[in-house]
């Protein structure tokens, strides 16, 4: 057991920590500020292209080949110079990398991990949310292509992508499709698909959806009225998007992928710094409320390294990624705690205060990538085994 | 940076955890049976485990603060009734200042077990207790300041007969009254410093840690099985999802507990004095706050059968507010923290 870096950690530590004491772009909070998702792209292929982004991933695919445990020192560095988080996408290269062809891993992995291709997420629909498979968008074959309808929501970052990573119903005959009878049908979720499709076309129209912090830069609905795609960006095998969505969903629960270890504690510092810049000025419950944060946020730092440490034995943690996401969810409402009792009555007085927004967005937290309480569902069946009937 | 065991580390902890489950107490009634508990006291010293920080060859203590926290975790999964952490905090404390600490010292800690005890007289002023002492006659080391540091003297406590009255059924608290003499220890080599004490109480934070992690996982383990077996409504408990979730959540913080125990059994040896006594204190408050919490939750999930004597529910739960309060629970924790970080001071209104 050792916390320590080694000298080939130690070494990428000194570099990139002098990479981001002259390139910190200075970016607004990500879950306070329409601004940051405007400028995210430029983040993104900046942090790429000084040699700091996908450090796990296959170098063929542009990353660089590294243990897990390095984005851990990302993500430590980046949090220590108040500099955004990295970009969250690794489930989908997760997801990619697991079920793609070569064709589809050579096509679409240096893209999405340089940045200069940007993805977004269709999986939830307004009548499909915990329940995913019950999902109704149906692609449908005509030719080389496949022909999109159907409703997606819950989509971040829709408007500016270039592709989507879309789950749709390819078996007319399953749940949720056409009109075969019960009898006929195959389970609901044999019947899906999954597709990167192209954005930028007609037939995709985009209805951004406005958050309770005010933000209306991430989150969205994309309706899809005769979209095309051709039969070759398919993600795996016909019928194969069920296993890739758990791929997926899985890897998005963890927060080793996500990179969100650095936003926490980056909010954390700006509460210690505002509470030490006139200690008078708080009571003792206020400062209270930011140790604990400050608490939850080392374990899930510490947590997160245990689990990437994991990985140097090639384990994979399936179901466990429900421990680590209901672990961050419970970080992320400290967290948002602490911001809104420093806040004090000006999160009551000023709508636009910025606690306010970081406790509001908290909330989303026990909800996306899976509710909580379908995470606990996950953990006490195929974790603790405790019976259904 | 690799936080996974060595092959020597894992080897430990499957020695302690099997050792500690054949030997602890699987009952309330076993903790009655004296040759049982015996045995589990001779194989805990054959092991060498409380000699565990005693000095090396080289000088540093034979084994870190993971090894510790190791035997430390087993323990409490297993609710073992034997004297551990207590020796060994003493023999940790002793190797500082040169000293051997007699057979069956413990540290003495003043209330509310929080500190060492600091004596100045030539009797104590007020109360010590010898937290996880066996059941001989105790031998409490206290610190004594000077110009220079502090000396290590000793306290001696009478044996107690008849049933123990500490609230931890599995480990002893034994009190030993103000106006009690207080002795010089003979051949200490140098003065312990602040640096030693906080040091040795990273050690104390991180090894009750370990203790609580131990009994959120015993407890969860006991309280799982119980929850797949008892039925109601024709069906067993653990099929509502209102207990699922209750487990679920205890599960996840028995997770995120071990990870900030481990980072603090790490540091001990391995951080500055300061940093590892908050690596501890991190860990502690984190690991009491949860503690708490999954042990309430054992005790609901097993009805009223849980709120009873002969329940080992609240075997696990009493061992858990010994182990929360002792070097400071999670409120002193975070009250610490907050002097470090935010400059505030504990009399803060």
């Known amino acids: 057991m050792d916390f320590r870096d080694s000298p080939a950690e130690a070494e990428f530590r000194d570099r990139l920590r002098a990479w981001l004491a002259a390139n910190n772009p200075g970016l607004p909070t990500s879950s306070t500020d329409d601004e940051y998702w405007a400028r995210q792209a430029e983040w993104h292929t900046a942090l790429y292209d000084a040699g700091f982004f996908g450090l796990s991933w296959p170098a063929r695919f542009g990353g660089h080949d590294l243990p897990a445990v390095f984005d851990v020192i990302l993500d430590d560095e980046l949090a220590a110079a108040g500099a955004p988080p990295r970009p969250s996408l690794g489930y989908l290269v997760q997801g990619i990398s697991t079920h793609g062809s070569n064709a589809i891993q050579e096509r679409f992995l240096p893209g999405l991990i ?25 692609a449908t074959r005509d030719g080389d292509e496949y022909v999109i309808d159907g409703h997606k929501i819950w989509t971040s970052y829709s408007d500016v992508a270039d592709w989507c990573l879309l789950l749709a119903r390819t ?87 996500l990179g969100y270890v650095a936003r926490y504690a980056k909010t954390v510092r700006q509460l210690e710094e505002n509470v030490c810049a006139d200690p008078s000025a708080f009571r003792r419950d206020q400062c ?33 990624g429900s421990i680590d996401k209901l672990l961050m969810t419970w970080v992320e409402q400290s967290v948002g705690s602490a911001a809104l009792a420093v806040s004090g009555a000006r999160a009551v007085t000023d709508g636009d205060d910025e606690a306010l927004k970081v406790y509001l967005y908290s909330r989303a937290q026990s909800v996306m990538g899976g509710t909580s309480q379908i995470q606990k569902n996950i953990v006490a069946t195929r974790i603790l085994g405790l019976p259904t009937v | 940076m690799d936080t996974r065991d060595t092959p020597e580390q894992a080897e430990l902890r499957r020695a302690a955890r099997q050792l500690a489950s054949r030997l602890g107490p699987a009952t309330v009634a076993d903790l009655a049976d004296e040759t049982r508990a015996k045995r589990l006291a001779v194989a805990v010293r054959d092991a060498g485990w409380l000699e565990l920080r005693d000095v090396g060859q080289e000088g540093p203590p034979l084994a870190g603060g993971v090894e510790v926290a190791i035997v430390a975790d087993a323990l409490g999964a297993a609710v073992g009734d034997v004297a551990f952490a207590g020796p060994v905090l003493a023999r940790d404390l002793a190797r500082r200042a040169g000293a051997t ?14 500190d060492a005890a ?115 409504f024709g069906v067993p408990v653990g099929s509502f999802q209102a207990v699922q979730h209750l487990l679920a959540d205890a599960h ?22 300061d940093d590892a006594c908050e690596a501890g204190r991190i860990a502690k408050a984190y690991c009491a706050r949860a503690a708490r919490t999954v042990c309430e939750t054992a005790v609901q999930v097993h009805g009223g059968i849980g709120n009873t004597w002969d329940c080992v529910v609240h075997v696990y739960l009493r061992r858990a507010l010994l182990s929360s309060q002792w070097f400071g629970d999670d409120a002193a924790q975070l009250a610490e923290l907050q002097e470090l970080r935010l400059g505030a001071t504990r009399g803060l209104s």
């Open chain 2, 252 to 273: 996840c913080l028995m997770e995120g507990s071990l990870s900030v125990a481990l980072h603090a059994s790490w540091s001990v040896d391995n951080r500055s004095p």
């Open chain 1, 114 to 138: 340089s940045g200069r291709e940007r993805w977004c997420q269709g999986f939830s629909e307004p009548d499909a949310g915990s329940d995913l498979a019950s999902l109704r968008t149906t």
């Open chain 1, 171 to 257: 078996d007319a005959g399953s749940a949720g499709g056409g009109a075969a009878s019960p009898h006929e049908r195959v389970p609901k979720h044999k019947g899906l698909s999954a597709f990167a499709v192209p954005m930028q076309q007609p037939g995709i129209e985009q209805r951004p959806l406005r958050m309770i912090n005010g933000i209306t830069n991430e989150f969205g609905q994309v309706l899809f009225d005769g979209a095309r795609v051709s039969a070759a960006n398919m993600i795996g095998e016909p019928g194969e998007g069920w296993r890739l969505a758990m791929t997926i969903v899985s890897h998005e629960r963890e927060p080793g992928e």
């Open chain 1, 288 to 320: 209270e409320a930011v140790s604990w944060a400050y608490v939850q946020t080392e374990m899930l730092r510490l947590h997160v390294c245990r689990r990437l440490s994991e990985r140097l034995d090639g384990v994979d943690h399936g179901p466990g």
């Open chain 2, 101 to 114: 600490a007699m057979e069956g010292s413990v540290v003495g800690f003043s209330s509310p077990l929080r």
């Open chain 2, 118 to 232: 600091l004596v100045t007289g030539a009797v104590t002023a007020s109360p010590i207790f010898g937290v996880d002492a066996g059941d001989g006659i105790v031998a409490a080391l206290v610190l004594v300041p000077d110009a220079e540091g502090f000396r290590l003297a000793q306290v001696r406590g009478e044996r107690t007969g008849g049933p123990t009255t500490a609230t931890d059924v599995t480990r002893n608290v034994r009190v030993i009254p103000a106006g009690t003499p207080v002795h010089a220890i003979a051949g200490q080599t140098r003065r312990l410093t602040r640096d030693d004490l906080a040091q040795w109480s990273a050690l104390g934070l991180a090894v009750t840690s370990a203790d609580l992690v131990g009994v959120m996982r015993g407890v969860l383990d006991v309280t799982v099985a119980y929850a797949s077996e008892r039925r109601q």
